[in-house]
């Protein structure tokens, strides 16, 4: 199970840290991605990190979001800085197993395990 946390509202230029924990199972060896899914749009990927640490970001959010992963803790995170009002969307995090450690990627039908989602709002 995938637990998704720390959305809420915040002003445009805000922060925030969303937090996806995972129980039942390790995420040592799963690709972890972020997506997003807005009102009346597809859900789109905004960031992957790989077993090992690689990174991957959509043009859309590269230099604002960062990924980081806990494995201690068996969490990943994503760091959402700089926020912007189109940045309001539901936040999805999904596992991908992968024996590769530096295998990363956002194609969303290869992500075996989802959250439930968290909501991030962006608005003055």
């Known amino acids: 199970q995938l637990v998704e946390s720390g959305g809420g509202l915040v002003q445009p230029g805000g922060s925030l840290t969303l937090s996806c924990a995972a129980s039942?199972?390790?995420?040592?060896?799963?690709?972890i991605g972020w997506f997003r899914q807005a009102p009346g749009k597809e859900r789109e990927g905004v960031s992957s990190?790989?077993?090992?640490?690689?990174?991957k970001y959509s043009d859309s959010v590269r230099g604002r979001f960062t990924v980081s992963r806990d494995n201690a803790k068996n969490t990943v995170y994503l760091q959402v800085n700089s926020l912007k009002p189109e940045d309001t969307a539901v936040y999805y995090c999904?596992?991908?197993?992968?024996?590769?450690?530096?295998?990363?990627?956002?194609?969303?039908?290869?992500?075996?395990?989802w959250g439930q989602g968290t909501q991030v709002t962006v608005s003055s």
């Open positions: 039942g199972f390790s995420l040592d060896n799963y690709v």
């Open positions: 990190i790989s077993s090992g640490g690689t990174t």
């Open positions: 999904a596992a991908d197993f992968s024996q590769y450690p530096t295998y990363v990627h956002m194609r969303r039908a290869e992500y075996e395990y």
